[in-house]
């Protein structure tokens, strides 16, 4: 083993250990204990830790490194940073909402993807849930250190977040965390895990639900400034978050202005395409149509999820043609649970587990399915699942020969950067049912066009929370419940909307880079297999590793 590479196992053991949620979650080790420490002190030593990883990262010399462990070295350098900005940053004072990526919710969320497959892992399950209320009590404390601070949440958000919990006390019989059958062995798990829930979890929640309501609620921005830069050093606070989920230098300013001039460029693509579909080229009307038209509504939620496997389908079936390596891992379609739909996204995925105990799995919400539009059904689709996500994730699951470290890096701008390069990507294949999915197409793009503009106007420009309504309702056929549930997405989980259109340019960019220089040789297989083959990079990494292939 090399040193990069023992200090990238190094780097994944502080990981697990301040959060050993992650690799239970994920199937490598089920059997781990707790949830983790969320003080200040825990931050602190984590932070530590951190800083010396990187310094022996940085002493590495590159030139004495094979081309491999050169990667690893510059992952490593960029994942390290990451973290130490992220803890820096203090998002988990502030950052409450009944999204996933808040505390509570996000125990909610996880938790019952915890794999339970052998007596062992019930024993550590009943752990991580007794060990609930002294992780929510962390969280508090965390949230009066904020406020003591400045760094206080958004009012709106928080009683999103208790409105969130109350259904989740309202409904102990279909409680999520009641979803993982007891395993063989484990007779008493059942019993064990109801009265845990009942009397330790549930109790555990409703004083965090009652901290939310008594103490946060009232502190809270209002709508009229909901961006980070109206906290304490809030410019460069969102400077930070920007650089985090992107993964480079790119300024606010350049990303507001580059969405502007993409949404500006989609205007003529929606005229061909709604001129055949609704006979009229005018933007707004097309706009229109397809938020009203009846005939673009799902009848219920069953044909909705039916239409997310038919197209998942196709594109299994066509990935042979596109991509070299095809993951053996099966992708399922499951609706997003009924307690976290109102205030989730309209789609998301989660990994399989890396001991096979959970596949795949994309989650599609049917919350008020009759409002929701079909036409954007293939497309989320094809970015949530194949060739998007699970190929993308599954695939790097797989890569054995690479440090755990490149299996399960964590770049929002290269993830989902391939998420939405891989929307565009299945038009190219030809996998679009018709014109009236394409639409779908263009809705998405719009969106993410409109997330560098809206979050950007947010948490820069100090937009209002009506102002980044009002654009998204201009600028993009989106339908309400989704514009508002996008816009206090943006506010509750500040620069994370920038990472897909940032990430989707530049592998565009390297694409046509390698195909300008290669010519006849390129190989869309092989460039594929290149930008997957190496697991999760930064941009700038990734941007390496391409140009090395193209030279060889």
Known sequence: ????????????????????????????????????????????????????????????????????????????????QGRIDQIDTKTIEFC??????????????????????????????????AAVPAYLDQVAERHRAGVAAGRVPVARLVRNAMAHLDRYLAEPDTDPLLRQPAPEGAPDFAAARERLLREVVRPAFARYR????????????PDDRPGVCHLPDGDALYRTLARLHTTTDRDPEDLHETGLRLIGELAQEYREIGGRVFGTGDLQEIFHRLRTDPALRWRDAD?????????????????????????????VVEPVP??????????????????????????????????????VAEVTAFHEAVPGHHLQLSLALGLTGLPLLRRLGDFNAYSE?????????????????????????????????????????????????????????????????????EVDRY?????????????RLEIQRLRAEAAQRLGDRFDIREFHDVVLGGGALPLSVLGDVVSAWAAR
């Open 96 to 129: 409450v909402s009944d999204l996933f990526s808040a505390p509570a919710a996000g125990l909610l969320t996880i938790l019952p993807m915890v794999p339970v497959a052998a007596p062992e892992h019930a024993a550590a399950h009943l752990d991580r849930l």
């Open 210 to 221: 009652d901290v939310l309501g008594t103490e946060l609620a009232d502190h809270g921005r």
């Open 491 to 503: 506010i509750a989980y500040p620069g994370q909307a920038l990472s897909y259109m940032v990430g």
């Open 303 to 331: 044909e909705l999820l039916d239409t997310a496997r038919s197209a998942i389908t196709r594109a299994e079936q066509a990935a042979p043609e596109w991509f070299a390596t095809i993951p053996p891992q099966p992708c």
């Open 338 to 375: 009924a307690a976290e739909a109102p205030g989730a996204p309209a789609a998301y995925y989660l990994l399989p587990a890396a001991d096979g105990s959970r596949p795949g799995t994309y989650f599609a919400n049917t919350h008020e399915s009759t409002e929701r539009f079909r036409h």
């Open 1 to 80: 083993m090399s040193d990069v590479v023992a200090l990238a196992d190094e780097y994944m053991d502080l990981l697990f250990d301040a959060e050993p949620l992650l690799p239970a979650m994920l199937g490598l080790d089920p059997a781990r204990t707790g949830l983790g420490e969320v003080s200040e002190q825990a931050e602190r030593e984590l932070r530590h830790a951190l800083e010396r990883v990187l310094e022996q990262a940085r002493a590495l010399d590159p030139a004495a490194l094979s081309a491999e462990d050169r990667t690893t070295r510059d992952v490593l350098v960029s994942s390290a």
């Open 417 to 485: 950067g391939w998420g939405l390069y891989s929307e565009r990507l299945a038009h190219e294949v030809g996998l679009y049912s018709g014109d009236v999915a394409l639409l779908g197409m263009l809705s998405m793009d719009s969106m993410r066009a409109g997330r560098l503009v809206v979050d950007t106007g947010l948490h820069a420009k100090g937009w209002s929370r009506e102002q980044a309504l009002g654009f998204l309702r201009q600028n993009t056929p989106m339908p309400e419940v989704e514009i508002v549930s």
